[in-house]
Nanobody, 122 residues
Framework: QVQLVESGGGLVQPGGSLRLSCAVT????????MGWFRQGPGVERDWVAS???????RYADSVKDRFTISRDNAKNTVDLQMKNVNPEDAGVYYC????????????????WGQGTQVTVSP
């Protein structure tokens, strides 16, 4: 029943900025930790950032101090503000519920949205 719709991706130059958005329906959004995950050249989706139901945030080391995750429980949305992007940030970005285990977050639901493509190029 859960539905995830990502948007906001596009072409950005190195050092530039993008803001990604995720709209969630079909679940008790306000009670779920949420995360952003990136799929690069491989098939795996790597954790990028997460935010708890109370608003506490965690970031992968590669994006810390450059990306900011936020949520709006009234709108059932979670955003990712990307600043000072580099080529390693490129990929398809997905949102999902987030489980925490041994210092890292993992996707909670087996349903994935279409994702939003981020391309980094001069």
């Amino acid at each position: 029943q859960v539905q995830l719709v990502e948007s906001g991706g596009g072409l950005v130059q190195p050092g530039g900025s993008l803001r990604l958005s995720c709209a969630v329906t079909g679940s008790f959004f306000s009670s779920n930790d949420m995360g952003w995950f990136r799929q690069g050249p491989g098939v795996e989706r790597d954790w990028v950032a997460s935010i708890t139901s109370a608003g506490s945030t965690r970031y992968a080391d590669s994006v810390k101090d450059r990306f900011t995750i936020s949520r709006d429980n009234a709108k059932n949305t979670v955003d990712l503000q990307m600043k000072n992007v580099n080529p390693e940030d490129a990929g398809v970005y997905y949102c999902n519920g987030a489980w925490f285990h041994d210092g890292i977050n993992y996707p909670k639901w087996d349903y994935w949205g279409q994702g939003t493509q981020v391309t980094v190029s001069p």
